[in-house]
């Protein structure tokens, strides 16, 4: 039986190092429960000579851990279907028979897995997280403080929502910051495309001064 279980491990370590070396990675570090050689990557790892469950990669590449190309541009639906599949496979519930470090890992990768999910799904944070990869400094609202017709039009927006007295005047709100999204996610789509990363940055800002007013719309809306 021994002789067995250090040929299954032998043979793990091989297979995961020439895949490692076919990939053009260096190889991770190895099973935390039998030692067995693996590769380094971004999404849940199983050893496979003891099938144990791996901590997750200190800083996981999130598109590469959603399957997805690094791109503004992103397939909802394919983005759900790997999130499911990702949570079917270290949901928690799972592991509840398993080791203690197994369990804990499977929250760990669990929790990365919807933060990722959520992070990609929304184009404010996508876009955010794509210049996060690109080096560019982090955006803030004040990189479109030039733009004194947009700042004008997000002071009038506030008023709007100040004022508001019915849910009426708070859908019409809604609508309009709505569209105002759509725009501008429209417009970073097609700097991303054309690799203008100061644009895209200058137009997240504008985002940023919208998704403050959901929340504040949001706010108003809950019964106090």
Request: aromatic content about 8%; some cysteine; glycine content about 6%.
């Amino acid at each position: 039986y021994r002789r067995g279980a250090m040929r299954a491990v032998l043979r793990a370590r091989l297979g995961w190092a020439l895949r490692g070396a076919a990939l053009g990675r260096a190889p991770g570090p190895p099973c935390w429960s039998c030692g067995a050689a693996l590769p380094a990557g971004d999404g849940p790892r199983f050893c496979l000579g003891c099938q144990a469950l791996q901590p997750p990669a200190p800083r996981p590449d999130l598109f590469r851990l959603m399957d997805c190309d690094r791109s503004f541009r992103i397939d909802a639906q394919r983005l759900q279907q790997r999130f499911r599949s990702l949570q079917r496979a270290v949901h928690p519930d799972r592991f509840g028979q398993r080791p203690p470090k197994e369990q804990y890992y499977s929250e760990q990768h669990s929790s990365l897995i919807n933060k990722a999910y959520q992070i990609l799904l929304n184009p404010l944070s996508r876009g955010l997280y794509l210049l996060e990869l690109s080096g560019v400094e982090p955006v803030q609202e004040t990189d479109c403080d030039a733009d004194s017709a947009f700042l004008m039009e997000i002071m009038e927006i506030n008023e709007k929502l100040a004022e508001a007295k019915n849910e009426n005047s708070l859908e019409e709100i809604e609508t309009l910051i709505k569209v105002k999204q759509e725009e501008l996610t429209k417009e970073v789509t097609a700097a991303f495309e054309r690799d203008d990363l100061q644009e895209a940055k200058k137009l997240l800002a504008k985002m940023k001064y919208f998704a403050n007013l959901e929340d504040k719309l949001k706010a108003k809306k809950i019964p106090s």
